[in-house]
């Protein structure tokens, strides 16, 4: 007897996976329309690593990018967007049918703006509204920081009708002004007249990286600490998502949501295990719940396609989570301050990677 997909069965359990990775080799060969095929695959999200990696490996981008070469007219910038924006497309269109019938719950693609704006909001906004236009598709979602600049764009956004996917989430303090910056922005929206149910918001919480810092600093205090290690950011997931359904499932939401407001939908990024010592797929068996996405790298994909444990966890235990929190901060860890630190350095390695990404595109 053939064994099903645990990756069907996460499916039915209302959980969406997308795929963390985008380029013209999954498109052009056919991968990605495969994975949406037989392994339900809902999503897809993208940010500069990704394309670097893409443009700079696949050889389905070498023509295009010598004929924009060509045109001394056009900035290294516009060249990676050209590019870019042809692949956010196709991608939109094969997950077109996903999105439809879901009634736009499902099937988006993400493409981020430059992180060179993320503490500017009146460009951030600028750069947003400019990329959903030149994308042209519904299931969209443009991706923005949790910086300070980037809550108030997000906020804008949401109010100007534009889906958003917020990334570069890593404490509850990012969870809670992010919850705060789509509520503001949705109702704005429905307060000038906007169609709510045209929009859509994921919140981009980011894990390993949390586990990675945060095993340094309890190594460091050696003892009982050791004990805490590789549970952090399971434990932060959780309490997130229980303040995610406390504030989307209240008497206050539930006006907007009367109104076409959706839930924002809490999404578990960063979920390739870095320390060979875990799980390598700790990410996803241990946050399994509905109403939530897990966007995976392709080898946590086939690692849980292939020994995947498909049973809803994310809701068990929260007690257990609450108490790594109380003893983290009973070691003197600053959760919120480790957050700030992550998030500038995950800003930093995409300003990187988009830094190459011009050096590829330019003359």
């Known amino acids: 007897m053939t064994t099903m997909n645990p990756l069907l069965r996460l499916y039915a359990l209302g959980q969406r996976i997308w795929l963390d990775n985008l380029s013209r080799t999954?498109?052009?060969?056919?991968?990605?329309?495969?994975?949406?095929?037989?392994?339900?695959?809902?999503?897809?999200?993208?940010?500069?690593?990704?394309?670097?990696?893409?443009?700079?490996?696949?050889?389905?981008?070498?023509?295009?990018?010598?004929?924009?070469?060509?045109?001394?007219?056009?900035?290294?910038?516009?060249?990676?967007?050209?590019?870019?924006?042809?692949?956010?497309q196709q991608a939109c269109d094969l997950l077109q049918p996903v999105y439809k019938a879901s009634a736009g719950e499902d099937g988006y693609v993400s493409l981020e703006v430059s992180p060179a704006l993320a503490h500017n909001t009146e460009t951030t906004v600028a750069a947003g509204l400019r990329l959903k236009a030149a994308v042209n598709r519904a299931n969209l979602l443009i991706k923005v920081?949790?910086?300070?600049?980037?809550?108030?764009?997000?906020?804008?956004?949401?109010?100007?009708?534009?889906?958003?996917?917020?990334?570069?989430?890593?404490?509850?303090r990012h969870v809670r002004a992010v919850t705060n910056s789509y509520l503001s922005g949705i109702t704005r929206l429905l307060d000038g007249g906007g169609d709510a149910r045209k929009v859509k918001s994921v919140a981009s919480l980011f894990l390993s990286r949390v586990d990675t810092l945060l095993d340094k600093r309890l190594e460091a205090i050696g003892g009982d600490a050791l004990g805490l290690r590789g549970r952090s950011a399971v434990a932060l997931a959780k309490?997130?998502?229980?303040?995610?359904?406390?504030?989307?499932g209240d008497k206050a939401f539930g006006v907007l949501a009367k109104r076409g407001a959706r839930p924002q939908t809490m999404l578990w990024a960063s979920t390739g295990t870095k320390n060979p010592a875990y799980s390598d797929v700790l990410y996803v068996d241990s946050l399994i719940g509905p109403r939530t996405v897990n966007t995976v790298p392709d080898a946590t994909l086939a690692a849980f396609r292939e020994h995947g444990?498909?049973?809803?966890?994310?809701?068990?235990?929260?007690?257990?989570?609450?108490?790594?929190?109380?003893?983290?901060?009973?070691?003197?860890?600053?959760?919120?301050?480790?957050g700030e630190e992550l998030q500038a350095d995950g800003l930093k390695q995409f300003e990187d990677a988009y830094q190459k990404l011009l050096a590829l595109t330019a003359n």
């Open 145 to 172: 920081p949790a910086t300070t600049a980037g809550l108030a764009a997000i906020e804008e956004l949401i109010a100007q009708g534009c889906s958003v996917n917020v990334t570069l989430m890593f404490s509850l």
């Open 239 to 248: 309490l997130a998502f229980q303040e995610n359904r406390k504030t989307f």
């Open 26 to 88: 999954l498109l052009r060969e056919g991968t990605l329309k495969t994975m949406i095929a037989e392994d339900k695959i809902a999503g897809v999200t993208s940010n500069p690593s990704i394309f670097f990696k893409a443009i700079s490996e696949s050889p389905h981008y070498a023509e295009d990018l010598e004929k924009l070469k060509s045109d001394k007219t056009i900035s290294a910038e516009q060249r990676y967007e050209t590019l870019a924006i042809a692949d956010i």
């Open 309 to 338: 444990r498909a049973e809803a966890t994310l809701e068990k235990n929260i007690e257990g989570a609450q108490e790594q929190f109380e003893a983290l901060q009973g070691l003197g860890i600053d959760l919120d301050a480790i």
